[in-house]
C-alpha cells in the first residue's frame, strides 16, 4: 500500500515541506493528500480524520500514523535506510540529531516574524535581537557542518539527509526576508535552492492562489 503524506499549503507549511522533502528528494514514492490550512471547520475535521494532533504534516503508512515532522523524517530513515537519511558514522549521526532537534524545538523569534511566505516580494525587514541571535546560530551551524563534511559533498553532512530537510524551510526564510549570511552559508542555500525536489515544492507553491491573511501581515 502506497505511503500517504498529509500536508498542508505548499507556499506556507513549512513543517510539511520538511517530510515532503525527506521522500521527494529521495524518490520515494508517496500520495500526496493536500488540506488547505485555516479554512474553516469542514478542513480541520481532514486533518483530524488522519491524525489527532490537528496538523501537518501525517505520514499513514497502512495501519501506521506518524505525525511531526521529526518523527516523520526517523520513521522514514528506518523504513527506508537506502535513503540513508542520517549519516553512518555514530558521532555524525549524533550531530546531525541534535542539529534537527535544535531546529525542532528552538529559533521561536526567526520563525515568528519570517514566516515562510512564498508569495511575498524578496525584501528585508526589521528584526528583534532574538531573531537575529537565531540567524547568527543557524549560520553557526551550517558553517560548522560545510567546515566538517564539506568534502564529503554539499549537504551539511555530505548528501541530502534529515538534518537538510529540517533546515529546507529556513533557507525559504532568509531568502524571503533578504536575510545576509556569511560565503558559507550562502553556498549551503545555493545547494539548498538547487536541489530538484526542493524547486518543485516551490514551483508548486508559487503556483497556488489560496492566500491565509494572518500568514500575510508581514
Ligand atoms: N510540530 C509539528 C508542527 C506542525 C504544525 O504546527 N503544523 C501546522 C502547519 S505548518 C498546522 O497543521 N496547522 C494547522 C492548525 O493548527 O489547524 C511538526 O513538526 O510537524
Not at 469542514?42 to 495501519?63: C, E, M, N, W, Y
Not at 543557524?138 to 551539511?156: A, D, H, S, T, V
Request: charged share 25%; glycine share 6%; aromatic share 12%.
Amino acid at each position: 500500500m502506497a505511503l500517504k503524506l498529509v500536508i498542508g499549503n505548499k507556499n506556507y507549511s513549512s513543517w510539511s515541506m520538511r517530510a515532503w522533502l525527506a521522500l521527494r528528494a529521495n524518490n520515494i514514492e508517496f500520495e500526496e493528500v493536500f488540506i488547505p490550512l485555516y479554512t474553516g471547520e469542514a478542513d480541520k475535521q481532514r486533518i483530524l480524520s488522519f491524525t489527532h494532533s490537528g496538523k501537518v504534516p501525517a505520514l499513514i503508512d497502512g495501519d501506521v500514523t506518524i505525525w511531526d515532522s521529526l518523527a516523520i523524517i526517523e520513521y522514514i530513515a528506518e523504513r527506508f535506510p537506502e535513503a540513508r537519511l542520517w549519516p553512518e558514522d555514530r558521532a555524525r549521526r549524533a550531530h546531525a540529531r541534535s542539529i534537527s532537534a535544535e531546529m525542532h524545538s528552538g529559533f521561536m523569534a526567526l520563525r515568528n516574524e519570517c514566516g515562510m511566505n512564498l508569495h511575498r516580494p524578496i525584501g528585508a525587514i526589521a528584526l528583534s535581537a532574538d531573531a537575529r541571535a537565531n540567524i547568527g546560530r543557524i549560520e553557526q551551524i551550517w558553517i560548522e557542518c560545510r567546515w566538517r563534511y564539506g568534502k564529503m559533498g554539499p549537504f551539511l553532512f555530505g548528501d541530502f539527509g534529515g538534518a537538510d530537510a529540517m533546515f529546507a524551510p529556513v533557507v525559504h526564510r532568509f531568502r524571503i526576508y533578504a536575510i545576509e549570511v556569511a560565503p558559507d552559508a550562502r553556498d549551503y542555500m545555493d545547494t539548498m535552492m538547487s536541489l530538484p525536489a526542493f524547486q518543485e515544492w516551490t514551483q508548486a507553491g508559487l503556483a497556488e492562489t489560496l492566500v491565509i491573511e494572518k500568514f500575510e501581515a508581514v
